[in-house]
């Protein structure tokens, strides 16, 4: 197992890819903290865990909020002694919105800034100090391919995304030296309950819908897709790599379906 005896933490693992993930890491062998905001969800997450013989954890957690983050980790802390791997997941788009930029407003930009990106500047300092301290600790952002290329209906997930990517390519360069690696993994459509829930006028609207079917594989991604991925990068078979941005998406819209079937 690649994670074996390993203490992590994931945000919003109460459903969908975060589910999948804490789900994955137990199965490698990692005692999972699940730091959502919903009880009930997370509750059976837990379940999951205890199943696959590791300890699950539920911690009622608002990343968008400084102070439940810094209570969290204080009692991840006090209860486990150390967090070896952080896993930043919880997120989303404007309340499960598309929203042509033109017609958003502040208060939406602050829920989605304040959860995709200070969300996981607050979790990260939270423990990189005490990481440094032990010299060693992975950190995996989740963003999105949104934040590389842009999605329509969607400008200020796909700045908040984007600045999670640069963020993390920062924090790599101050924290390689001493042991602490952070990556992202960018997921593509994936079939968590957020990617279902795009209304169909709003996908007509925006084009969605040839953005969706614009895999390589012609389908969704699966929550365990990303939960692989992210497995990887927290483990020490990843141990040369941080800084990276990992997109997990079946080729959709990078530029190379396109040519590969001559459009
Ligand atoms: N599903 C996709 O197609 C897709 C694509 C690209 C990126 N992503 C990213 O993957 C991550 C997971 O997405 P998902 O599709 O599983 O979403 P989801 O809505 O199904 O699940 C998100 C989870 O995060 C939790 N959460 C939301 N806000 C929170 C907060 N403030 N504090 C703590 N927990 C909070 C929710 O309770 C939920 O358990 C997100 O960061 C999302 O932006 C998803």
Known sequence: MKLNNKIAVVTGGGRGIGRAICIK?????ADVIVASTSAEP?????????ARGRKGVFIQTDVSHYDSVKNTFAQVLDTFGRVDILVNNAGGSARGKMTRF????????????????KGVLYSCRQVINHMLERGSGSIVNIASVAGMIGTAGQADYSASKGAVIAFSQALAKECSSQGVRINCVSPGPTSSDAGRSIPPQMRKNLA???LFKSTGFGRFGEPDDIANMTAFLASDEAKFITGQNYAVCGLMNLGITDSMHGG
């Open 25 to 29: 890491l137990a199965e490698e062998g």
């Open 42 to 50: 997370a509750a059976e997450v837990v379940t999951e865990i205890e």
């Open 208 to 210: 969605m819908e040839a």
């Open 102 to 117: 033109c017609e958003s407003e502040e208060e939406t930009w602050d829920h989605v800034l304040n959860t995709n990106l």
